[in-house]
């Protein structure tokens, strides 16, 4: 068990010719992804790397079944990529790109929660792995270990530091999710802890958080409730006010989405919060001997 | 992207928001006659990006078009000094406005709302200097209601937000339009935020907005190319705004350990790191995914324009970006700018070992986790 993804997901790349997208879709493949499809308009009938590409994203569901669709396509275009997905009935979409406009991403998350029927994951995400089964996104898949924990996060590269600590330290992963760095993603964190609540196969939850915002501290409020333990680490406890932090919403205004905020929230909330990103291993052993 | 004042009063006013008739002037001879053309009685305004101006002396009522040209003439070229902005601005034009008599002032702002995923829009009959108190002290006083992101905002929106906001009811009417035009203008042009403070009722009765301040979606100037072009980089740091021309994320700490990693969040943590250990981070800066030797070159050239920086961390999780071709970006940039100053290096994941040969004999310190970098180039630097 995991979530979102697992060894039977079908994946759709749309932007699978364009450099980001052909590059990390050979990665994918080689990770064992079950890449299905790819589109490029204009560049149906070709074959990429044994993937047959298609025109529209309907097309590629109607002829190879795929279920879940990722995208590179550059950020003038992705939400009509996304709109595009979720008209051709995938519930499932990871979207990779950095850079949306803030007024698209408004209009295209309030549109599939309104409609219900397409998960958005991101956009500025690195993606979703469930180890060993489905590397949906453009993370080093070996640093990965299946495993019974999960993790959710807003910031690529963090992710691999501590998961690479984890796999180290013996903790493997059930699914590892990329929430991404914009003020507006399509799946927050509360949505995925409730998620990993309910997988039978998750033990504990690593949460992964940055300043912006107060999602944290939502996701907090849900802790409160869980009965698997969770561990948490909030990057940007030196940041100053009104900078922003590389990623979009990775931004203190005033006194709202402070680091201190959220490590307060998380710790009220019974979560182990970790100082160091290198004390993640040890917090998960004494939730797990704890519990 | 920050609009100056003039740029976002020309914005509003084709929305149909009523502004004060005003020109910009580049010379104090072109402020006078913009003052006579408004009769003598005006406001001159320095366009700068910056908080408090008016406290810094940047902006002054005057009765006759002489004494503005005048003070117009002596204020270009200075550069004004606030709170906000210690380093100063340099003020390259003004605004000749004609004065608004003011009877009440009122709030008037349209922004995102994270928590919601919504456009919001926010209100108050208490206007003017201390609306961030009024916010503090007083958080009824602003009344607020989301745009539908389908349907944009509703006429009993509308209504029930100038009650809650105790708008006087002659005022409302007008207050209602002013509103729509400003969610129009908002969406329209991918705004980041407007705002209206003061937005003045005056004693005969008109609504009009004295100041006004909009700031466009750095990610959707692609669709706005005109204000694209206008861009001021003025209010950046100039080592921020030379990061920006190179596309590369950085921002200036104002420590001096020179920071550089890849991915927000690790460099974010980095900063934690060194600050934890006592040292004082000089910047923040993001290689990005990816990067080529070349790239990594551009970044510690970036740094080093800092000329109080005293040692460099470079901590690299490498997913995408190969560490051996940040370390051969590392070595031929410190050769090439003959960088004297201590530099320690934590490189992990894809190619690291490989990332790690090239450096080995190198003057760069290897540190194994970043934590070990932290107190390494702490150590070094302070030495």
Redesign the interface.
């Given at each position: 068990m995991a979530i979102l993804v697992d060894r039977s997901t079908r994946v759709v790349v749309c932007g699978i010719t364009g450099r980001e997208g052909g590059?990390h879709t050979q990665q994918m493949i080689e990770y064992g992804t079950n890449v299905v499809a790819g589109v490029t308009p204009g560049k149906g009938g070709q074959d990429f790397h044994g993937v047959p590409v298609f025109n529209t994203v309907e097309e590629a569901v109607t002829k190879t079944g795929a279920d879940a669709g990722l995208i590179f396509v550059p950020?003038?275009f992705a939400a009509d990529s996304v709109l595009e997905c979720e008209g051709a009935g995938l519930p499932f979409v990871t979207l990779i790109t950095e850079?949306?406009?803030?007024?698209?991403s408004?209009?295209v998350?309030?549109?599939l929660?309104?409609g219900g029927t397409t998960r958005l994951l991101g956009g500025n995400c690195?993606g979703i792995i469930t180890p060993g089964e489905c590397k949906m996104g453009?993370?080093?898949g070996h640093?990965f270990a299946k495993g019974n924990v999960g993790m959710v996060?807003?910031?690529?590269?963090?992710?691999?530091?501590i998961v690479?600590e984890m796999t180290r330290a013996g903790f493997g992963q059930t699914t590892c999710v990329g929430i991404g760095?914009d003020?507006?993603p399509g799946t927050r964190f509360i949505e995925v802890m409730q998620m990993f609540e309910a997988d039978p196969a998750t033990e504990a939850v690593v949460m992964?958080g940055?300043?912006?915002?107060?999602?944290e501290e939502?996701a907090a409020e849900f802790v409160k409730t869980m009965k698997k333990p969770v561990v948490a680490f909030i990057?940007?406890?030196?940041?100053?006010p009104g900078?922003?932090?590389?990623?979009?919403?990775?931004i203190v205004s005033g006194n709202t989405g402070t680091a201190q905020s959220k490590v307060d929230a998380l710790l009220a909330a019974g979560a182990r919060v970790a100082?160091?990103?290198?004390d993640v291993p040890a917090l998960l052993t004494a939730a797990f001997q704890m519990a | 992207m920050k609009l100056h004042e003039y740029q976002s009063k020309d914005l509003l006013a084709r929305y149909g928001v009523p502004v004060p008739a005003g020109e910009v002037a580049e010379n104090g001879a072109d402020a006078k006659a913009i003052a006579e053309k408004l009769g003598g009685k005006v406001v001159v305004k320095a366009q700068v990006l910056m908080g408090g101006r008016g406290k810094a002396g940047g902006v002054k009522l005057f009765d006759d078009a002489v004494s503005a040209g005048e003070f117009a003439q002596n204020l270009i070229g200075t550069t004004l000094k606030s709170i906000q902005n210690p380093a100063g601005m340099l003020v390259e034009r003004v605004l000749v406005a004609e004065l608004v008599d003011i009877a009440k002032e009122f709030y008037v702002a349209v922004l995102l709302d994270r928590a919601a995923q919504k456009h919001l829009v926010m209100i108050s009959a208490k206007g003017g200097m201390d609306i961030e108190e009024v916010a503090e002290t007083d958080p009824d006083a602003i009344a607020r209601c989301h745009i539908d992101p389908a349907w944009g905002i509703s006429d009993f929106q509308l209504r029930k937000l100038v009650a809650d906001a105790n708008i006087p009811v002659e005022a409302r009417s007008q207050m209602v339009s002013m509103i729509k035009s400003l969610v129009k203008a908002y969406l329209e042009s991918d705004a980041d935020m407007v705002e209206i403070n003061p937005c003045a009722w005056t004693p005969d009765g008109k609504l009009i907005a004295a100041d006004a301040k909009v700031a466009i979606d750095d990610n959707a100037l692609f669709r706005h190319k005109g204000y694209a072009a206008t861009a001021d980089d003025s209010a950046e740091d100039p080592i921020e705004a030379e990061a920006a021309r190179r596309g590369i994320a950085y921002v200036r700490l104002g420590g001096d350990i020179g920071i550089i990693g890849n991915g927000a969040g690790l460099v974010m943590c980095s900063l934690d790191e060194v600050s934890a250990a006592g040292g004082r981070p000089a910047d923040f800066l993001d290689v990005g995914g990816g990067a080529q030797a070349e790239r990594v070159k551009s970044c510690v050239e970036l740094v080093m324009m800092d000329e109080g920086v005293k040692g460099i961390l470079l901590n690299i999780f490498g997913g995408i970006t190969r560490c051996d071709e940040v370390a051969k970006g590392v070595l031929s940039a410190l050769d090439e700018l003959e960088v004297k100053i201590p530099v320690v290096a934590r490189i992990e994941g894809t190619a690291a070992e490989e990332g790690r040969k090239i450096l080995e004999g190198s003057r760069i310190v290897p540190a194994q986790t970043m934590q070990e970098a932290a107190e390494k180039i702490v150590q070094l630097s302070y030495a």
């Open positions: 590059f950020a003038p850079g949306v406009p803030i007024h698209d408004v209009r998350v309030n549109k929660r309104a690195a453009i993370m080093p640093i996060s807003r910031s690529g590269t963090l992710t691999y530091e690479w760095g003020p507006v992964v940055e300043i912006g915002g107060s999602d939502t990057s940007g406890r030196t940041a100053p900078k922003r932090m590389g990623h979009a919403g990775a100082d160091k990103t290198s | -």
